[in-house]
Nanobody, 115 residues
Framework: QVQLVESGGGLVQPGGSLRLSCAAS????????MGWYRQAPGKQRELVAF???????NYADSVKGRFTISRDNAKNTVYLQMNSLKPEDTAVYYC?????????WGQGTQVTVSS
C-alpha cells in the first residue's frame, strides 16, 4: 500500500503563486507516472499535468505556460509550481501516483484564488 501526503494549498490573490507537494510513502517498489488533477465545485475531475518516470511531461491547455510539474525520485515526491494564478484555478487539487499496477490518490488540497 502507498500513502500520499499533499501540502501547499491555500488562499492566494489572482496573479499569485503556490507550490504543491505530494510525497509518497509505504510499500514502494517502482513509481511510474506522477500527476496532478483538480476538481472544481460542480465540475468533473480533470487532469492538470503529469510527469512520467522518464521525465516526459504533459499539461492541460489551460495551465500551459503558468504551471510547472517536477519530481524528485529520491524523495518519491511530485511538485506543482503554480504561477499567475486565476480565479478559475480554484479547485481541490489531487495528486495521483502510478506504482506497480496500481494507482493511488492523495486526499486533496484546496486552492482558492480570490481577491
Amino acid at each position: 500500500q502507498v500513502q500520499l501526503v499533499e501540502s501547499g494549498g491555500g488562499l492566494v490573490q489572482p496573479g499569485g503563486s503556490l507550490r504543491l507537494s505530494c510525497a509518497a510513502s509505504g510499500s514502494i517498489f517502482s513509481i511510474g507516472a506522477m500527476g496532478w488533477y483538480r476538481q472544481a465545485p460542480g465540475k468533473q475531475r480533470e487532469l492538470v499535468a503529469f510527469i512520467t518516470s522518464l521525465g516526459r511531461i504533459n499539461y492541460a491547455d489551460s495551465v500551459k505556460g503558468r504551471f510547472t510539474i517536477s519530481r524528485d525520485n529520491a524523495k518519491n515526491t511530485v511538485y506543482l509550481q503554480m504561477n499567475s494564478l486565476k480565479p478559475e484555478d480554484t479547485a481541490v487539487y489531487y495528486c495521483n501516483v502510478h506504482e506497480g499496477v496500481a494507482f493511488y490518490w492523495g486526499q486533496g488540497t484546496q486552492v482558492t484564488v480570490s481577491s
